[in-house]
């Protein structure tokens, strides 16, 4: 059995450009076009001011969760619940199968969701509320967690962290030569006006510690992508410059990911699933008899197989049976 597992996923692309465009194979022109455009237009500038905080909020991080989200939706335990159409953007992405027990976080993620859909048969009462939300933050809190999520944010960082007047993004300075433009980014720092134009920038007082380790923990994530041998250099060179406020690094420790994800992702197609009208077996629509419908019977099997496993399930059943009459199945063409 393969480590990684492929899939074919769609991705919005948003109007803050989260856009990934994960392990395809660029071809010859688009290979050209960027050797072009790094003749011209790569600068080290540009390289130092690529950031994925954009109006205070990391793009990265909601790409990563993003992808994360739609991952799970393909889970095979959860997979007959979401019913949406494909959006437009199709890309091949490899996640490792060992990085995560992500079968397990999606189930739990539609656990979650279910408890928070009001509807009068009460499907919401099947799902132990209080167990899930233990154990989704039992997850979020955990080791792997952590490093699933740094994984995932490196994977979509070099294409959607872009600069904003040419929209050259880290990805075309990583094959243009990574490790070339990070030997570039060292000289950099190491430079007398780099140091001048940071100690001018927090004496002005309008530039905080914090700010300063957010950015210099970004310069250290473009390093582990283009050039990771160069992380752990850089971070003595800054620890060295005494004048500067003392850096924490975040690579090994930061929570990429935030916190558990937002369950509003994939409540329409959870309310879709409970109010899915199901028919008895060889029963027709075109009957005259009334008929018994049942409401939500994707959402009962799952819960009563995959949740059950998890030690989730109440126990208890949805009032979910109603009784169509052949007048209110009939339309007026």
Known sequence: MSVCESLTIAVDITARHIMCKINSKDDASSKNNNRKMSSKSLNID?????????????????????????????????????????????????????????DYLA??????????????????????????????????????????????????????????????????????NGELWASRIFSEVKSEQWLN??????IKGNYTESDYNRDMNVILLKLHLLDPKTVMPMYELLMRLKALPGLNLELATRNYLGGPLDCSLILPDIEAAIHKESLPVNVSRLSLNELDLYLGVEIIEFVTNEVKELGLWTGKTPQNKRVSKFKDRCTVM
């Open 46 to 102: 540009t390289l130092m001011e690529l950031s994925p905080y954009v109006d205070g909020t990391d793009i990265a991080t909601e790409a990563a969760r993003s992808l994360l989200v739609e991952f799970l939706k393909s889970r095979k335990s959860v997979q007959d619940l979401f019913h949406t159409k494909t959006r437009s953007l199709k890309q091949e992405v490899k996640i490792d199968a060992y990085l995560f027990d992500f």
């Open 107 to 176: 189930r739990l993620y539609v656990c979650q969701t279910i408890t928070q859909v009001s509807d009068p048969c009460k499907f919401y009462t099947m799902v132990d509320k209080k167990k899930v939300e233990e154990k989704i933050h039992e997850l979020c809190d955990g080791l792997r967690w952590k490093k699933m999520g740094f994984a995932l944010y490196t994977l979509v960082f070099p294409d959607i962290v872009k600069d904003s007047k040419t929209s050259i993004s880290l990805r075309t300075f990583m094959e243009d």
């Open 197 to 202: 134009r940071m100690l001018r920038r927090i």
